[in-house]
């Protein structure tokens, strides 16, 4: 999923309006500071991603009651801090216009740091054609968010600087936070591309677990889209935690979402990951699980012993497995029960 980015287009200042008038009617018995239209959207003549950025600007005691006031009024996704202190990124479900809308502590720096760009890009015609041509140039190049955000983070410096609201350790701590760290950029294979989940997945995910064909095999039925948003809202909220401990990556074919991959994964004693693969069943058969998890298996490092467990009636886990290099650790007959009836466990290992 390639970043897009736009030319500036008049009709952004109105869809915050919009979007405002709404928080505020959510917001109502709730105490904040203000509500800004932030992020390049807001900065006459600057090109974009078509994403309005919002903060919901509150002093610290009223952080719970507004997120709180945003789930339950609403039903707004709490996304956590993802890795930034001070500032709780919050999934609207609407998304017509798409927006991303933050509940951000009133004098942190991270606050600063939007204010702060906003302003100066707005003042700046130099600074402001500077950073429309690296977004520009990396959008034209195909990046991927991930690598997006790293790339154009010597220019977020700049700007930053030049707006002298933070100190040397607030601008350290943005550059570290702008890091991919423990999250990847696009990966691709021969065919595939495997890339960090994002919150646009939703629908998506919700097309491949909806099917029973997809849950046959798993512990869980079919997902509804609620419970494909929360899905994806937690691999999202996983993807910042350091250590990782849970890595999922959706792995896409000619553009489109075709599956995921992923290991939850333990460092402490002998580290130990269990993989999980998961496809659309138009695309079963082709070779693309196993090309992905080839891929994927190398980003967990090593040393580490890999383990693959599966229902043995579903032979397309666990010849996977064997294609892999896997060997058979264990076959445990009526393991547990599941949907009414009980199930083997069949479990294959691997170290690395």
């Not at 402001?128 to 990046?143: F, H, N, Q």
Request: hydrophobic share 40%; aromatic share 8%.
């Amino acid at each position: 999923m390639s970043v897009e980015v736009h030319p500036y287009d008049s009709s952004w200042p109105a869809q915050f309006l919009e979007i405002r008038q709404r928080l505020e009617f959510l917001l109502s018995g709730v105490s904040y500071k203000s509500i800004e239209h932030v992020g390049s959207t807001s900065v006459p003549g600057l090109a974009a991603k078509p994403i309005i950025d919002v903060d919901i600007i509150v002093t610290r005691e009223n952080v719970h009651p507004a997120i709180t006031a945003l789930v339950s009024k609403g039903h707004f996704i709490d996304m956590g801090e993802l890795g930034i202190i001070d500032r709780w990124c919050l999934k609207d479900p609407l998304q017509d216009p798409r927006r991303n809308v933050y509940v951000c502590v009133d004098g942190a720096f991270q606050t600063r740091n939007h204010l702060g760009l906003r302003d100066t890009l707005r003042q700046d015609a130099a600074l402001r054609e500077e950073y429309a041509s690296v977004k520009m140039d990396l959008a034209a190049k195909g990046t991927n968010i991930v690598d997006y955000i790293e790339a154009k983070s010597a220019i977020v410096e700049k700007i930053l600087k030049k707006a002298g609201l933070l100190n040397d350790e607030e601008l350290a701590a943005i550059g570290k936070a702008n890091k991919k760290n423990e999250r990847f950029g696009a990966i691709k294979t021969p065919r595939l591309v495997l890339r960090e989940f994002t919150w646009d997945d939703d629908e998506a995910f919700f097309q491949l677990e909806s099917q029973e064909a997809v849950a046959r095999y798993q512990t869980w039925p079919a997902r509804t889209k609620d419970q494909a948003r929360e899905e994806v809202a937690k691999t999202v909220r996983n993807s910042s935690t350091v250590p990782r401990t849970h890595v999922e990556l959706a792995v896409e074919y000619e553009g489109r979402f075709v599956g995921r991959v992923g290991a939850n994964v333990r460092r402490d004693g002998e580290p130990h990951a269990d993989l999980w693969f998961s496809f659309l069943p138009a695309v079963q058969g082709k070779g693309f699980a196993t090309e992905a998890m080839r891929a994927f298996v190398p980003l967990l490092g090593s040393p580490l012993e890999l383990e693959i467990e599966c229902d043995p009636r579903n032979l397309g886990s666990w010849r996977l497995a064997e294609r892999l290099g896997f060997e058979r650790f264990g076959l445990t007959e009526r393991a547990f029960e599941c949907k009414g009836e009980w199930v083997d466990s069949l479990v294959y290992r691997k170290h690395v």
